[in-house]
């Protein structure tokens, strides 16, 4: 428990502190404790000793500024300077350096790290804390059995457990245990020493057998009782140094290391008093564990609660990081000693510069931030994203839980998560409850819990005495919630109040109360911290907008909410969007890339960003806000960032809506808007796409970058400049080029085409031995040309791959088929744009801007929308904000209610709009159809709310295809957009076009425009020559496939007779065997491999074999010889030497192979097999099935276990 020496909290904390701290945490402790575990390296010989000094490290100021980093793909680090020693023992000489170890990533002002010129950030994990656990379960007789789970810093667990007979038992692996006293004795006790230091010896005398006893007569005994049951190893062990070592690898230290945390753990819960530096399990701690497990047999003691935040622990951003460059300098470890006895091999003289390489560090921090579950791509879609993406808390990840492993109870929110895990915000879908997020004034602790702060009320005290309090410590204190109290200080002697007390929530007098929450938001965060009448919202709809404003896109002109709760500046200031004046001054300079301020003798330069691009492809832009010549302070804003407006968060729009059907356009959660929208920019918003392209070095040389591209129409080449690329403010469309390149390629003579050949011979012009790869727009992508970066790879080669990167900006207006929001979980899609004068419109005549739908209101129980609604009608009004905490009902009942009906008779009043505020219908009023004039039957709500324009839009979701590629197996189109694929007309489709009964389109679509290929050709050249398109005469493709399944299951389709039937053998090689010239049978594949591994060929009779299935190119043979497709003068059809046909390759897809099978199989689920063919029994038995029960014996071997059914079905055929 710790005090704050202010009496009372002036402003909430930083909402990026957690990142910051546990950064500053690895830089100051972090590696100082790794660099103390480096050894002393020596040789082979013991000459020459080579150390790291701790005490003298640094870490240098970046080469490159930030926005360089991540324009140029590099990484924004820090050069780790270490001073290191050489010694040589026999001159007692030594050499001292400051050596260069590596480079490790620095954290931003946003609480990020920029790798490979990507954001990324770190999530916290939330894992089970070391220690000991108790338990209890039933066991198949109904009665407790307790167990005792020990787990180790490294998050593997070991087991002691209590039997009915009071004998205890260490489980070391999943399947073995041992007594407790072979455990005891092989870690170094003996017997007097185990007896001496339990509570209850007879227990342990009780089993202490002959057997036993011989178990435990010596520690080498033990040692090779326990190897035995640990390692799973039969016969008789002999104890040696290296049994020790493997058991001292592979159990003590994974299962027995219990870290500081663990050590700390262990002895609260058994009452030890073991020095903290002692981090291993020790024979003391396994005694006091066994003594506590008798207790609670006996009914003494407490079990544990796992899920309790006590038992878990935080692995923050400093544990993980630390971790890492732990695992980075063993590494260099490694690396050293093979440097030093490489040189005193080759008898070379070492320095530490030379022994010593950056590659180990660099490498592992890489590739931590690569490939690390826990760190992850920064999301950057708005400014709330960013903040919110670094305070959320993992079970996942290494040492954590699965999505599909974790129970109900681990997912579930726990009484100890108040003040400290958000109760609302969590993903959707598999990982609910595993992601969580950091409420708004948690803290983590210095052993790695969550800390949440409360008032201490006391009488001693007459101020506010602030306390941090772990998820232990606040079970022992009466917590009273944030309600009235803690403002009406006059009536505090005559309440009666619900207060939290061991987990149980009571009702007693305030006397009683010892602490107090501190403010409304405290067991939120953020994101469920920004909904306005949240307390009117179920659970449900809360983290459906919790998650959903994170995904609303930055508007061009944004606009502050009218209701908000008042978090909306804070998360605006840490979200580092907004341009914050570093010290106070006067402007003299503004423009849009900078700002310069004058104060105290010195100019300062704040640059702003300026079309910046998201990871989302947002538009991340600052607009200066102060004018030329005016004072600023310091910490005043100077510049809005995106989605912000006057320094508060501003994700979306105030809008006129009404809730009503309209026509059947907004049936299920559709949502019917104005034009308005559309031509006044209301929900516009700027997207800046990157594409990119490298130049490499092929093996006929470089490639080039150049803007003359032969065979290319000039238009595509018209935005281009001398250099080949795209030039700044162009406009360009699909299919432009944005960047000319030219690969060189070797071209054989006999592939030029005649023409080409003819200007070779006659004129000796040379002809292109180049083939463009251009950079193209592709398809769905327009806009204006922002930016353009040719970037050069820093290396020590002559050729330096180049990358040329073009921003192209798109200006998105609000459309049919894009997503939008409120802040209460409502959402829906756009399904019609309305003109302005066939909407409803207001008494005053103003149309209203959306028609949302009222019946996703009561279902939901969202109903904190509607109070949001109108009092930002009355806001609207009387230009007013309101800003309003959560669980306003705690000062007065109904105050919701009254505060909204108030402002809104006060905005009727004001404007003298009597409609505003109607005491029949209060909320509601009469709108007339912007059709007809006529007024609606029923009253409607109408309002203001805040709507968000969400990331999830139409443009990058509508998709079409008229030609593209397809799969080879089926020969239907490819399925994604990303792979310019189409959609293939399924079951259901069919239904509906013979419903309508268009039978040509019809047969299109399931032969002309799918799979199948003759027509398809044939429909290509018959479009461009002219005339009509002839039927196809046989099956598609996907048929034909069909048909070759059924084959490989030895199933025969006959679409004559509609039958589906089993067939013989001798059918099933009629399929596929062919008789050579020479006589030869082939069809049989005999050999398991598919292509020979020395000629890269298919080999023969095996899975690819060109005998049975065809060649690989049409016409050759594996021989290399050729012959004319369809030319019947040509003789032989069969090359004499490899046996392959002389066909067209596409015969692969029709021709088959058989094998045949070592052991007989039969189909034993087809009811309508002949009794003469199968027999069910124990193998030997003649006894037949009668076709009367062969039903009833199929179903009894259908339900055998799979590994009996091979003894009980063999085939007679």
């Not at 006391?458 to 944030?482: F, H, K, T």
Request: charged share 25%; with cysteine.
């Amino acid at each position: 428990m710790l005090g704050d020496e202010n009496e009372a909290m002036s402003t909430i904390p930083g909402f990026n502190q957690i990142q910051f701290e546990g950064f500053c945490r690895f830089i100051d402790q972090g590696l100082t404790e790794e660099l103390s575990k480096f050894p002393k390296i020596e040789d082979t010989d013991h000459e020459i000793e080579f150390q790291l000094f701790v005490e003298r490290y640094q870490l240098v100021e970046p080469l490159i500024k930030e926005r360089n980093a991540v324009y140029e793909s590099l990484t924004y680090s820090s050069e780790l300077y270490v001073s290191a020693g050489l010694i040589w023992k026999t001159s007692r000489d030594m050499q001292e350096q400051t050596i260069l170890i590596g480079n490790i990533p620095l954290m931003n002002s946003l609480g990020t790290s920029i790798v490979n010129g990507i954001y990324r950030i770190v999530i916290n994990q939330i894992l089970q804390s070391p220690g000991i656990y108790y338990r209890s379960e039933l066991d198949h007789n109904g009665i407790s059995v307790y167990t005792g789970t020990i787990i180790s810093d490294w998050g593997r667990r070991s087991e002691l457990e209590i039997d009915r007979k009071a004998r205890i038992w260490a489980r070391v692996s999943r399947k073995q245990k041992i007594s407790i006293l072979v455990l005891s004795s092989a870690m170094g006790s003996n017997l007097r020493e185990i007896l001496d230091n339990v509570y209850y010896p007879e227990i342990f005398l009780a089993f202490l057998n002959d057997k036993e006893r011989k178990k435990i007569g010596s520690k080498e005994n033990s040692i090779l009782e326990f190897y035995q049951q640990f390692a799973c190893v039969g016969g008789d062990p002999v104890f040696s140094e290296s049994l020790c070592k493997e058991l001292q690898k592979k159990f003590f230290q994974q299962k027995c290391e219990l870290g500081r945390i663990g050590r700390r753990n262990m002895n609260r819960r058994l009452n030890l008093a073991i020095p903290q530096n002692n981090t291993f399990l020790l024979p003391r701690d396994i005694l006091a564990a066994a003594d506590h497990l008798i207790g609670l047999k006996f009914g003494m003691g407490t079990l544990d609660d796992m899920n309790h935040l006590k038992n878990k622990r935080i692995r923050s951003v400093a544990d993980l990081l630390q971790d890492q460059f732990g695992l980075s300098l063993v590494r260099l470890e490694n690396v050293v000693r093979g440097t030093i006895c490489g040189a005193i091999r080759h008898k070379l003289i070492p320095t530490p510069q030379n022994l010593v390489t950056s590659t180990p560090l660099t490498t592992t921090f890489e590739s931590f931030f690569g490939l690390h579950p826990l760190s992850q791509v920064l999301d950057r879609t708005n400014p709330l994203t960013q903040i919110v993406h670094g305070r959320k808390l993992s079970y996942l990840g290494p040492g954590g839980l699965t999505g599909r492993t974790a129970s109900f109870r681990i997912r579930d929110i726990h009484p100890s998560h108040y003040g400290r895990i958000c109760p609302i915000d969590t993903s959707e879908g598999i990982n609910v409850g595993l992601i969580g997020s950091l409420a708004i004034h948690a803290r983590m602790g210095h052993w790695g819990s969550l800390e949440s702060p409360f008032y201490e009320i006391s009488e001693r005290s007459a101020g506010l005495r602030l306390l941090y309090l772990s998820p232990g410590l606040d079970e022992y204190y009466m917590l009273a919630a944030g309600n009235s109290l803690a403002l009406n200080q006059d009536i505090q002697e005559e309440q009666v109040v619900p207060a939290r007390y061991r987990q149980e929530f009571l009702t007693i007098a305030w006397e009683r109360v010892h602490l107090r929450s501190i403010f409304p938001f405290q067991y939120f965060s953020i994101g469920a911290s920004l909904i306005p009448f949240i307390e009117h919202n179920d659970a449900n709809r809360a983290l459906m907008s919790s998650n959903m404003q994170r995904q609303a896109v930055p508007l061009s002109r944004s606009e502050k909410c009218i209701v908000g709760t008042g978090l909306e500046r804070q998360a605006a200031l840490d979200s580092g969007a907004l341009a914050i004046a570093e010290a106070g001054g006067k402007i003299i300079y503004i423009d849009t890339d900078k700002i310069l301020v004058s104060g105290n003798g010195d100019t300062l330069s704040i640059p702003l960003v300026m079309y910046q691009r998201s990871n989302k492809n947002t538009c991340m832009h600052q607009k200066p806000q102060v004018g030329l010549g005016k004072s600023i302070k310091k910490g005043q804003i100077l510049a809005d960032g995106a989605a912000t407006v006057g320094g508060e968060l501003a994700l979306g729009k105030n809008v006129l809506v009404a809730y009503m059907p309209w026509e059947g356009y907004n049936f299920e959660d559709a949502v019917l808007i104005s034009e308005r929208l559309v031509y006044e920019d209301i929900y516009t918003s700027f997207h800046i796409r990157k594409y990119e392209i490298q130049t490499h070095v092929t093996s006929q040389g470089p490639e080039r970058i150049t803007n003359e591209i032969p065979h290319l129409e000039a238009h595509l080449l018209r935005n281009l400049d001398k250099n080949g690329i795209v030039m700044l403010g162009s406009w360009v469309e699909t299919s432009d080029i944005l960047v000319g390149k030219l690969t060189p390629q070797m071209v054989k003579e006999s592939s030029y085409a005649p023409e080409d050949r003819l200007l070779r011979a006659i004129l000796g012009i040379q002809v292109s031995t180049s083939k463009e790869t251009c950079l193209k727009l592709p398809i769905g992508g327009r806009g204006r040309v922002i930016d353009v970066r040719w970037i050069q790879k820093r290396g020590g080669s002559s050729y330096k791959p180049e990358t040329i990167r073009v921003y192209i900006s798109q200006k998105r207006e609000i459309k049919v088929g894009d997503k939008v929001a409120g802040r209460h979980g409502n959402k829906g899609i756009i399904s019609k744009i309305l003109p302005r004068q066939d909407m409803p419109y207001l008494q005053d005549g103003r149309p209203v801007d959306m028609v949302f739908n009222p019946l996703g209101v009561p279902s939901r129980m969202n109903v904190g929308q509607m109070f949001e609604c109108s009092l930002g009608l009355a806001g609207g009004f009387l230009d007013r904000h309101y800003r309003i905490a959560p669980f306003d009902e705690r000062y007065e009942q109904e105050a919701s209610r009254k505060l909204v009906f108030s402002e809104l008779y006060e905005a009727s009043k004001q404007t003298a709009n009597p409609w505003v505020f109607e005491p029949e219908y209060p909320g509601k009023s009469r709108i007339f159809d912007g059709r007809t004039g006529n007024p609606f039957e029923q009253p409607v709500i109408i309002g203001k709310p805040y709507i968000l324009k969400l990331i999830h839009q139409v443009d990058d979701k509508i998709h079409g295809r008229s030609s593209g590629h397809y799969a080879l197996v089926t020969q239907q189109p490819l399925r994604g957009r990303a792979k310019q694929g189409g959609q293939r007309v399924g079951e259901m489709e069919v239904w509906a076009l013979e419903g309508f009964g268009v039978a040509h389109i019809l047969q299109e679509m399931l032969t002309y425009k799918s799979d199948h290929i003759r027509a398809r050709q044939e429909v290509l050249g018959t479009t461009i020559i002219g005339g009509t398109i002839p039927n196809p005469e046989d099956a598609p493709e996907s048929f034909r496939l069909l048909v070759r399944e059924l084959r490989s299951l030895a199933l025969e389709l006959n679409h004559f007779l509609l039958r589906i039937g089993l067939v013989s053998p001798q059918q099933i090689s009629t399929w596929a065997a062919k008789i050579l010239p020479n006589g030869e049978i082939v069809g049989e594949v005999t050999k398991p491999y598919t292509f020979h591994y020395k000629t890269n060929k298919p080999e023969k009779d095996g899975l690819f074999c060109e005998r049975i299935f065809g060649p690989i190119k049409s016409g050759i043979c594996a021989c290399g010889n050729y012959r004319v497709i369809g030319d019947e003068k040509e003789d032989p059809k069969f090359c004499e030497q490899c046996g392959v046909e002389f066909v067209d390759s596409r015969i692969r897809r029709y021709q088959m192979g058989y094998i045949k099978l070592a052991c007989p199989v039969t189909h034993i689920r087809n009811e309508k097999l002949s009794s003469q063919s199968i027999q069910l029994g124990c193998p030997g038995s003649d006894m037949p099935l009668s076709k009367s029960n062969m039903k009833l014996r199929i179903g009894g071997v259908v339900n055998t276990p799979q590994s009996k059914k091979g003894e009980l079905i063999y085939d007679n055929s």
